[in-house]
């Protein structure tokens, strides 16, 4: 069975930085993309930030310019720079992972900033 792992999330004051990653374990082939999502109460699930097996990066227009995804050299794994964090950034941010068949979700890493 796949599992996506988030883990780095937690409490941090405005201004600050925090560093998420995912790992995956379970048998599954490498990951097309993979990207972070967010949720904040009450609202939708929205794309934070997207990238590919080759490197090419998405950023939603919010986080351009402090958050950076990267993926790491073990296999479907992948972080989520987070600078100059803002209130607004507070949420539940998600893993996930896209191969050619499933799309996979991790279970979320609350992130609160404070002002």
């Known amino acids: 069975q796949v599992q996506l792992v988030e883990g780095g999330g937690g409490l941090v004051q405005a201004g600050g930085s925090l560093r998420l990653s995912c790992v995956t374990s379970?048998?599954?082939?490498?990951?097309?993309?993979m990207g972070w999502y967010r949720q904040a109460p009450g609202e939708e699930r929205e794309l934070v930030a997207r990238?590919?097996?080759?490197?090419?990066?998405m950023y939603a227009d919010s986080v351009k310019g402090r958050f950076t995804i990267s993926r790491g050299n073990v296999k479907n794994t992948v972080y989520l720079q987070m600078n100059s964090l803002k209130a607004e950034d507070t949420a539940v941010y998600y893993c996930?992972?896209?191969?050619?068949?499933?799309?996979?979700w991790g279970q979320g890493t609350q992130v609160t900033v404070s002002s």
């Open positions: 379970g048998s599954t082939s490498s990951f097309n993309l």
């Open positions: 990238i590919t097996s080759g490197g090419s990066e």
């Open positions: 996930t992972g896209w191969s050619a068949v499933n799309v996979y």
